[in-house]
């Protein structure tokens, strides 16, 4: 199986910050890595397909890069809707597992 | 619009089963393969199982392998997940997706329905 980490595991920041979060996959994945956002108490929500593709309707402060094994997703600006828990997921093989998830938090 | 709701939660005890549904509407259901994701209580995300469109292939997480079994209704819109031999550790709340695209990315999901398995 393709085992998922991601850093740091929380962050803590300001509003207007530029954030960047890191994923690895444990072999070549090539763009198959998605991002995904998550709410308390509601569902996962997909910000980044493909590495790098933003999903319709997700805000231009979102930014995804990487291929192969090494990953990043970037928030240029935060605002304060952003304040959540980000999690990568492989869609290269099965099982599609998801990283642990980064928690961001207000400074 | 899409929406995917799921239904069939609750509490059930250990060796017990349940059957979770997933109805879906504003999309043509038949066209997408889909997926059950399942979070435990203050824990992360983890896949369950995917079925392709039209049921050929399917793939479930190890941690669940001969115990659940996936299936869907394209004539019904529904997607099912049937869960036998419950364990405690199989507690948490259980989302449907859809998977979109050569990447198989999960575009939209369902509010999501809670499992509590416990005696």
């Known amino acids: 199986d393709i085992q998922m980490t991601q850093s740091p595991s929380s962050l803590s920041a300001s509003v207007g910050d530029r954030v960047t979060i890191t994923c690895r996959a444990s072999q070549s994945i090539s763009s198959y890595l998605n991002w995904y956002q998550q709410k308390p108490g509601k569902a996962p929500k997909l910000l980044i397909y493909a590495a790098s593709s933003l999903q319709s309707g997700v805000p231009s402060t979102f930014s995804g890069s990487g291929s192969g094994t090494y990953f990043t997703l970037t928030i240029s600006s935060l605002q304060p809707e952003d304040f959540a828990t980000y999690y990568c997921?492989?869609?290269?093989?099965?099982?599609?597992?998801f990283g642990p998830g980064t928690k961001l938090d207000i400074k | 619009e899409v929406q995917l709701v799921e239904s069939g939660g609750g509490l059930v005890k250990p060796g017990g089963s349940l059957r979770l549904s997933c109805a879906a509407s504003g999309f043509t259901f038949s066209s997408y393969s889909m997926n059950w994701v399942r979070q435990a209580p203050g824990k992360g995300l983890e896949w369950v199982s995917s079925?392709?469109?039209?049921?050929?292939?399917?793939y479930y997480a190890d941690s669940v392998k001969g115990r659940f079994t996936i299936s869907r209704d394209n004539a019904k819109n529904s997607l099912f997940l049937q869960m036998n031999s419950l364990r405690a550790e199989d507690t948490a709340v259980y989302y449907c997706?859809?998977?979109?695209?050569?990447?198989?990315?999960?575009?939209?999901w369902g509010q999501g329905t809670l499992v509590t398995v416990s005696s």
């Open positions: 997921q492989q869609s290269y093989n099965t099982p599609f597992t």
């Open positions: 997706a859809r998977g979109t695209g050569a990447t198989s990315h999960l575009d939209y």
């Open positions: 079925i392709s469109s039209s049921s050929s292939y399917i």
